[in-house]
T-cell receptor, first 113, second 110 residues
Framework: EAGVTQFPSHSVIEKGQTVTLRCDPI?????LYWYRRVMGKEIKFLLH????????ESGMPNNRFLAERTGGTYSTLKVQPAELEDSGVYFC???????????FGQGTRLTVV | GQNIDQPTEMTATEGAIVQINCTYQ??????LFWYQQHAGEAPTFLSY????GLEEKGRFSSFLSRSKGYSYLLLKELQMKDSASYLC???????????FGRGTSLIVHP
């Protein structure tokens, strides 16, 4: 069974540009989460999808971040326009049930220069 | 809000036992996770404690005391491959989304 996959693994963009991160959860997992880890700090929750619906987006930093999960399968996280402070590792995770074991992807390392 | 505290870094010798502590303050505690993360890789699930006590799973054990706001991860017979970051995360209140601590970087040396 394939795990959670994220693309790209690394992205370097200039300030002001747009970047779209993709996450493919484990097949059959309704719950999909986005997290971010800024250097030296803890992994922070961004948002939670149940199927295609946003269940909780309380962690989204601002309106430059847009997450979608059309059809309840893969999800995208778009940052537009990117700022320097958006640099970090963006993790996606999925789970069958909320509150139980979540399976993480390897993350996308985003560097904004 | 929630506050999770873990040591930043620990070192240990191959074959030894190490205990990684996690203390927390929160209201409406639901459960506590431990994850392992090797550099550049995905965090992987180790354990989930809801009730007080020790849960053993091979070389790894996790302990929880809800009244003390305290958990630890015990690693026995350390191997070099156990060098990694160990993340404590908890769920509380009406949310079942884990909140993570900063993690403890464990270095195992020969």
């Amino acid at each position: 069974e394939a795990g959670v996959t994220q693309f790209p693994s690394h992205s370097v963009i200039e300030k002001g540009q747009t970047v779209t991160l993709r996450c493919d959860p484990i097949s059959g997992h309704d719950n999909l989460y986005w997290y971010r880890r800024v250097m030296g700090k803890e992994i922070k929750f961004l948002l939670h999808f149940v199927k295609e619906s946003k269940q909780d987006e309380s962690g989204m930093p601002n309106n430059r971040f847009l997450a979608e999960r059309t059809g309840g399968t893969y999800s995208t996280l778009k940052v537009q326009p990117a700022e320097l402070e958006d640099s970090g590792v963006y993790f996606c995770a999925s789970s069958q049930e909320v509150g139980f074991e979540a399976f993480f992807g390897q993350g996308t390392r985003l560097t904004v220069v | 809000g929630q506050n999770i505290d873990q040591p930043t870094e620990m070192t240990a010798t191959e074959g030894a036992i190490v205990q990684i502590n996690c203390t927390y303050q929160t209201s409406g505690f639901n459960g506590l996770f431990w994850y392992q993360q090797h550099a550049g890789e995905a965090p992987t699930f180790l354990s989930y404690n809801v009730l007080d006590g020790l849960e053993e799973k091979g070389r790894f054990s996790s302990f929880l005391s809800r009244s003390k706001g305290y958990s630890y991860l015990l690693l026995k017979e350390l191997q070099m491959k156990d060098s990694a970051s160990y993340l404590c995360a908890l769920t509380s209140g009406g949310s079942y989304i884990p909140t993570f601590g900063r993690g403890t970087s464990l270095i195992v040396h020969p």
